[in-house]
């Protein structure tokens, strides 16, 4: 085979078919805007595992929300490095497999044209065969250290959920991955969509589900998945506030109350528990540093580095350039429960 090709080719047209099953609704060098409004009207792969509830900082109700044209997903630190890593990825993926490779862009399925994705490469020369040209994809991913034990048995769940939809909506028999983790570490594998049918129906299913009930009918899913995440959705969608509601008719904000209430309570009591435990602890230690059980070592008191603190008063008062140049507000927000409701309804 020959090495590494990337898209510098005659792009293809929109609309023409660039794999067994999938149409070409915007080609690779689209502007990120028009890009963003044509995955509106479509799941995409990235779509999937939140959707199916793998990912926690991005629930459901937020792929709900962006898909009726609100913006609410910020991105950040880690998307945009896993795009600046992903051609030098893809391209030692390329030579390591002596293949050939090269970009697409947003590509939907020509039956059911709410099935979309992008592919990260479109692969033209598979490695898995010398003979033909077997049609395949690659994936390319670019994760923290920190995730390094996730990849130890192949692509961790939500990784595998959005491969194996870009296999359903393109068509292949399997899908390339490969993942630079935490700068220097690479690993890199195979999907086959012969050992996932079954799971392959019932993501289908569960994105036509979530399309039809929730998107078309402008119905939002329940807010599930990191109750911060989607607080901070509701941030984005609703940046000032106003008035009143009445949630007297409203059973699941009720409940939501009364759990609020429940956990506010624990946690209080958990804190001033473990402080206590703490206190006790210490008093044990008297003199010594350390505690010991039978011999071996149970606990020590060891000092910690903590971050500095900063009298932002003197600051402000003897340098106060400095102080408007380096502190930004950061406005947040509380659930401030009426006293007549603190204790259930």
Request: with cysteine; aromatic share 6%.
């Amino acid at each position: 085979m020959t090495t590494t090709v990337q898209a510098g080719t005659q792009a293809p047209a929109a609309g023409r078919r660039v794999t067994p099953t999938g149409r070409l609704i915007l080609p690779a060098d689209a502007d990120r805007a028009d890009w963003l409004a044509a995955r509106r009207s479509g799941i995409g792969s990235s779509d999937v595992p939140a959707i199916l509830g793998l990912v926690e900082k991005k629930p459901p109700i937020k792929v709900y929300f962006d898909k009726i044209g609100h913006n609410v997903d910020d991105a950040g630190e880690a998307a945009f490095w896993g795009t600046v890593h992903e051609e030098p990825v893809a391209r030692h993926w390329a030579m390591r497999n002596r293949s050939v490779i090269r970009r697409v862009g947003l590509v939907s399925h020509i039956d059911h044209p709410h099935w979309m994705t992008t592919l990260d490469r479109r692969v033209t020369e598979c490695p898995l065969s010398e003979d033909t040209r077997i049609p395949c994809a690659l994936e390319v991913k670019t994760r923290s250290a920190f995730k390094n034990a996730q990849w130890h048995a192949g692509a961790p769940d939500d990784v595998t959920a959005q491969v194996l939809w870009q296999i359903a909506v393109n068509g292949y028999d399997h899908m390339h991955y490969a993942v630079l983790i935490g700068g220097n570490e690479y690993h890199q594998g195979v999907i086959r969509a012969d050992q996932y049918t079954d799971v392959i129906a019932d993501i289908t299913t569960a994105m036509d589900k979530f399309w039809a009930e929730h998107v078309k009918a402008q119905v939002p899913p329940e807010p599930t998945g990191d109750g911060e995440a989607v607080a901070q959705m509701f941030r984005r969608l609703h940046p000032t506030r106003s008035g009143a509601v009445d949630i007297d008719r409203h059973p699941d904000a009720l409940d939501a109350l009364l759990d609020y209430n429940r956990h506010q309570r624990a946690e209080s009591e958990a804190k001033k528990a473990k402080a206590a435990a703490k206190a006790r602890m210490i008093a044990a230690l008297g003199d010594a540093q350390e505690a010991r059980i039978g011999g071996e070592r149970a606990y020590a008191l060891e000092p910690t580095s903590a971050a500095p603190k900063v009298d932002l008063e003197l600051l402000a008062e003897r340098w106060p350039d400095a102080y408007e140049a380096c502190v930004k507000a950061n406005p947040t927000e509380r659930i401030a429960i009426s006293k007549a409701f603190r204790g259930g309804i």
